[in-house]
């Protein structure tokens, strides 16, 4: 069974902590915390713009990782697809609840890409003739992208509409191509044989980029205006990753946290923006310490820690929630946009 994960490679999420009990906070105070019991790691990746927060969560005995909702009144449930085997992760969620994500088959042991709607309805995504399929990302009006296998090592690209119908794309000469959002206008970002980012329009046009001087190009997130973030190595087998931010005009600037009351960063990762164009992600100073940041349309930035160890933001709401996980604590956070804003 091919599976496929996003993943977050700042050094410092090398070490976990081993166990973590439950929590349970009160949705009006700044962090909100919260796991499963004999959970292994929580890990949200998105947050609704109503406030639903999806992601996975690893047991042990057997190994599995499980698909998870966090609804807005703060309820907390795992939604593995019927029938999952081994793992069912929720990558995106829409305005009004409707999930995407990818799961493992029981009956026949392939990978299948879902869609769950608001009333808890599963229905299976799978381009025809593909080995496996994964939903990584889903608009407010029902419109889904990912990815699918060749069969022959490779995979392409696939938009989903919401009759059902799949078109799938790939641009000319590339081998991998790893979609990971599509925004309100149907607009549709990722990386290209790990090392380009991409943008597909509406209309099907693809535009390909890259940081220049650049030897690796992954893009994280892409808002409703079509600005795009990601992350940049300078060359093959650098350890320190760099952001970057491309506006709608295709101009491209990077960056990594420093300025006042923040840490100075040797490795910056970010993992998502929202439509105001606050970016959030984490990031290793060069004391070796790592910790969460945003990054204001300004330019400036925000260094975020919690008590109790080392957090990092994975995804920013349009009201500026922020989602991520603790490292030390195996548990999920939100973080209200008052605290980080210091209002």
């Not at 994964?134 to 022959?152: C, K, L, R």
């Not at 794309?169 to 990971?180: D, E, H, K, Q, R």
Request: with cysteine; charged share 15%.
């Amino acid at each position: 069974m091919s599976i496929r994960r996003k993943s977050l490679s700042c050094a410092f999420l090398l070490t976990l902590a081993a166990t973590a009990a439950a929590t349970n906070a009160e949705a009006k105070k700044a962090w909100v915390f919260f796991s499963f019991t004999g959970a292994n790691l929580a890990q949200p990746v998105a947050i609704s713009g109503h406030n639903h927060i999806v992601g996975s969560w690893v047991s042990y005995s057997p190994y599995q990782i499980h698909a998870f909702v966090r609804t807005p009144d703060g309820q907390v449930t795992t939604i593995d697809p019927p029938g999952t085997v081994q793992v069912a992760t929720a990558m995106s969620v829409a305005l009004d609840g409707t999930i995407g994500g990818y799961y493992g088959k029981s009956s026949d042991n392939l990978v299948h890409g879902f869609i769950r709607d608001p009333a808890g309805n599963y229905q299976d995504v799978d381009v025809p003739g593909s080995s496996a399929t994964s939903v990584m990302a889903i608009n407010d009006a029902g419109f889904a992208t990912g990815s699918w296998d060749d069969g022959a090592g490779g995979s392409r690209g696939f938009v989903r509409r919401p009759d059902g119908s799949i078109v799938s794309f790939a641009p000319p000469g590339s081998t991998l191509v790893n979609p990971v959002a599509i925004n309100n206008k149907q607009q549709i970002a990722g990386t290209l044989d790990g090392s380009h980012g991409f943008l597909r329009q509406r209309n099907g046009t693809i535009t390909t980029f890259n940081v220049a001087g650049a030897a690796l190009t992954t893009v994280s997130g892409m808002n409703d205006a079509g600005v795009i973030v990601g992350n940049y190595q300078a060359h093959q087998g650098d350890l320190n990753s760099h952001g970057f931010l491309r506006a709608t005009d295709g101009t491209i600037a990077t960056f990594d946290v420093s300025g006042a009351g923040v840490a100075t960063a040797q490795s910056t990762l970010p993992t998502g923006i929202n439509y105001l164009g606050e970016i959030v992600g984490c990031y290793v100073d060069t004391s070796n310490a790592g910790h969460s940041f945003v990054r204001e349309p300004d330019g400036s930035f925000k260094q975020l820690d919690a008590s109790g160890g080392l957090v990092c933001a994975t995804a920013i709401g349009a009201d500026g929630k922020i989602v991520g996980f603790s490292v030390n604590a195996n548990t999920a956070f939100r973080l209200n946009r008052k605290e980080w804003k210091g209002e």
